[in-house]
Nanobody
Framework: QVQLVESGGGLVQAGGSLRLSCAAS????????MAWYRQAPERQRELVAA???????TYADSVKGRFTIARDNAKNSVSLTMNSLTPEDTAVYYC??????????????WGQGTQVTVSS
């Protein structure tokens, strides 16, 4: 059974930092592209960052230079380190395990989400 469990969300002031973690189980983590998505109220879910099995990363333009995605295959975990946070980063953040036969974000598994709130 595939499971993704996020942690690390919370309330932080603008300019602050948070580190989100996702614990994965039930699939071959080391061969799977992992990603973080976020969804703000009345907005579509959007890709924040992704990391392939070999370590190549992709970031949304809005978070480049501020957020860092990383993976630890020995621990079956993926993290998102968020620096210089702004109120525009406020959203529910979701961990995603990509399907090997479908485009990123269109299939695969999703965590339950963790709330990140950035105050001004």
């Amino acid at each position: 059974q595939v499971q993704l469990v996020e942690s690390g969300g919370g309330l932080v002031q603008a300019g602050g930092s948070l580190r989100l973690s996702c614990a994965a189980s039930g699939f071959i983590f080391s061969k799977t592209t992992m990603a973080w998505y976020r969804q703000a109220p009345e907005r579509q879910r959007e890709l924040v960052a992704a990391i392939r099995s070999g370590g190549a990363t992709t970031y949304a333009d809005s978070v480049k230079g501020r957020f860092t995605i990383a993976r630890d295959n020995a621990k079956n975990s993926v993290s998102l380190t968020m620096n210089s946070l702004t109120p525009e980063d406020t959203a529910v953040y979701y961990c995603h395990a990509a399907s090997m036969i479908a485009p990123l974000g269109t299939s695969g598994a999703w965590g339950q989400g963790t709330q990140v709130t950035v105050s001004s």
